[in-house]
T-cell receptor, first 115, second 111 residues
Framework: KAGVTQTPRYLIKTRGQQVTLSCSPI?????VSWYQQTPGQGLQFLFE???????NKGNFPGRFSGRQFSNSRSEMNVSTLELGDSALYLC??????????????FGEGSRLTVL | GIQVEQSPPDLILQEGANSTLRCNFS?????LQWFHQNPWGQLINLFYIPSGTKQNGRLSATTVATERYSLLYISSSQTTDSGVYFCAVGGLGGTASKLTFGTGTRLQVTL
């Protein structure tokens, strides 16, 4: 079956703009979470959605937001982009949530460059 | 939150050698996974192993949850094994799905 699909794969923005990234989870998976990877901070958890509700949130400013739709697809948005937002953004899906999460599967990522 | 430490940070091996990567974590976990990150950035699942031992071909992993560590064994390494290996853990209850990643072990396998 198809894996986790992220779009776009690459994008370039300028400071002050906003960006929306999309993630389609594995069919049947209801949990979607987002991670940011940078050379300096490594892989960091952004937030998790399950049944259209945010269940966990990492330590990121309010400029980072997300949502999940009824078909489990998720989007994340970053507003007022800063140079430091340049990163690989990874989406993961799993069947359950919390203690019933099980294994997480990651997409190929969206690589954002902010100029 | 949970702290995750991986060792060694860097490892250079000749093809055919064996290696052991270690992951220490600071608290009880409900979720532990090992990943290999390919050159394009995708995290490839190796093992989902919150406890016990698993094997998959030349790779095997053991997690001793009571002592808060996990080991990834790579035997007869090949150049295609090169890359960064990450250990990631999720805590108890509702935080099991919130993975905390280690800083990774960068493996280079040479001919």
């Amino acid at each position: 079956k198809a894996g986790v699909t992220q779009t776009p794969r690459y994008l370039i923005k300028t400071r002050g703009q906003q960006v929306t990234l999309s993630c389609s989870p594995i069919s049947g998976h209801r949990s979607v979470s987002w991670y940011q990877q940078t050379p300096g901070q490594g892989l960091q958890f952004l937030f998790e959605y399950f049944s259209e509700t945010q269940r966990n949130k990492g330590n990121f400013p309010g400029r980072f937001s997300g949502r999940q739709f009824s078909n489990s697809r998720s989007e994340m948005n970053v507003s007022t982009l800063e140079l430091g937002d340049s990163a690989l953004y990874l989406c993961a899906s799993s069947y359950g949530q919390g203690a019933l999460t099980g294994e997480l599967f990651f997409g190929e990522g969206s690589r954002l460059t902010v100029l | 939150g949970i702290q995750v430490e991986q060792s060694p940070p860097d490892l250079i091996l000749q093809e055919g050698a064996n290696s052991t990567l270690r992951c220490n974590f600071s608290d009880s976990v409900n979720n532990l996974q090992w990943f290999h990150q390919n050159p394009w950035g995708q995290l490839i699942n190796l093992f989902y192993i919150p406890s016990g031992t698993k094997q998959n071909g030349r790779l095997s992993a053991t997690t001793v949850a009571t002592e808060r560590y996990s080991l990834l064994y790579i035997s007869s390494s090949q150049t295609t094994d090169s890359g960064v290996y990450f250990c990631a853990v999720g805590g108890l209850g509702g935080t099991a799905s919130k993975l905390t990643f280690g800083t990774g072990t960068r493996l280079q396998v040479t001919l």
